[in-house]
């Protein structure tokens, strides 16, 4: 026990969170992040790179954006490459040429969205991998190996996730091994120069999310995340969760809500005391032909803007937007080149990140409530 104490206050000089700001109308929070390879500002949007690469985009294109973190996925690099090559590399960010924060998933998610054959039991889960059908067991104790191997800086614990629409007695036995699953995450997990996080869970139930809660609150040293929300469910059923989940969450630690990345909801959810969010969206609708913009979703590929030759927002001060036409991007897109999708995931990405720094802003010059407002009554779902 003295050993774990010790190595709790190792974690803690390495890690710290101190909020600077909470707005008095929302509860919005803005706040630094204090990690060994250096400081996240906080409300902050994280660009994913699933398989140590955010697609499509260089080191230097997600600097010049402003990403302050990204992340990628245990279970991916467990397959692919494997986790003891990206070791011998040197960790994660040597492999990737990445030199600040990344956070790992602990790729639990990922198990249950793309194995149809799995097992789940207190010893962890059996899947076959969606690439070769080849048989793994997927333990706690392995979940941690691996994200000690990748030498990311936040580690996520494994976790059962449930969709939308889950009975009762399902999301109840997925927080029944979620809990047991943290314990060994947490018995396991080696610290120093990373932080392990648990995952709330508990699908649409409020009882269950509060006990999950209270499951959690132990074994979050700094740092605590949301997962099961859009899952399918409505919006409206994410944000009352959220709602429900905001007076009951830890106050002095980050907050981090999983796989949530639509600019409402990210207002939305840094509205209800959110830190971190990431999602795969931005890159996913760029490669499908669609930007963000404050109005809402553009589907660049569309015929309308073939002599368009304006920007895909006036005001964005993005890299593309800076120096290519949605008449040229349409083009790209349409004639199947990959700078398409590139140029829209560069615009993309900054979007959000934008949208997290100019909500960072609002917090700190106590305007939130009315940037909030005016965001939402333009951006058109």
């Not at 390879?37 to 294109?61: S, Y």
């Amino acid at each position: 026990m003295k050993k774990k104490e010790n190595l709790i206050g190792k974690i803690m000089e390495e890690f710290s969170f101190e909020i600077e700001k909470i707005c008095p109308k929302t509860g919005a929070r803005a706040g630094i992040f204090h990690t060994p390879r250096g400081d996240i500002k906080t409300p902050v949007f994280m660009p994913v790179g699933t398989q140590a690469t955010v697609k499509g985009l260089r080191r230097e294109d997600l600097d010049e954006m402003g990403a302050q973190i990204i992340l990628s996925n245990t279970y991916h690099l467990f397959l692919r490459p494997g986790h003891e090559i990206i070791r011998k590399a040197g960790g994660l960010h040597k492999f990737m040429n990445y030199d600040k924060p990344i956070l790992t998933d602990s790729g639990g998610f990922q198990v249950f969205s793309l194995s149809d054959l799995r097992k789940v039991s207190e010893n962890g889960v059996e899947f076959r991998s969606h690439l070769s059908g080849e048989k793994f067991l997927m333990t706690p104790e392995l979940c941690m190996d691996i994200q000690e191997a990748l030498d990311s800086d936040i580690h996520m614990a494994l976790d059962q996730c449930t969709e939308a629409g889950a009975t009762r007695e399902e999301a109840e036995r997925a927080r029944d091994l979620t809990k047991i699953w943290l314990e060994k995450c947490y018995n396991h997990h080696k610290g120093g120069k990373h932080i392990l996080f648990p995952i709330v869970q508990g699908n649409m139930f409020k009882d269950l999310r509060a006990k999950c809660i209270e499951d959690c609150r132990p074994y979050a040293r700094c740092g605590i995340a949301i997962g099961g929300l859009s899952v399918g469910e409505e919006k409206s059923v994410m944000y009352d969760i959220l709602d429900f989940m905001n007076p009951l969450l830890p106050q002095n630690m980050p907050r981090y809500l999983m796989g949530v990345g639509s600019p409402d909801c990210l207002i939305e959810g840094f509205a209800r005391g959110i830190d971190m969010m990431d999602c795969v969206l931005p890159t996913r609708i760029a490669r499908n032909g669609t930007a963000f913009s404050k109005y809402g979703k553009m589907v660049i590929k569309n015929s309308t803007f073939k002599e368009d030759f304006a920007p895909i927002e006036e005001d964005c001060d993005c890299y593309t937007c800076k120096h290519y036409s949605r008449a040229y991007i349409r083009h790209l897109i349409n004639a199947d080149e990959m700078l398409g999708a590139e140029l829209l995931s560069i615009h993309n990405l900054r979007f959000l990140i934008r949208l997290a720094e100019n909500t960072r802003k609002a917090i700190m010059g106590d305007y939130f409530a009315e940037f909030k407002d005016e965001f939402l009554a333009k951006y058109k779902i």
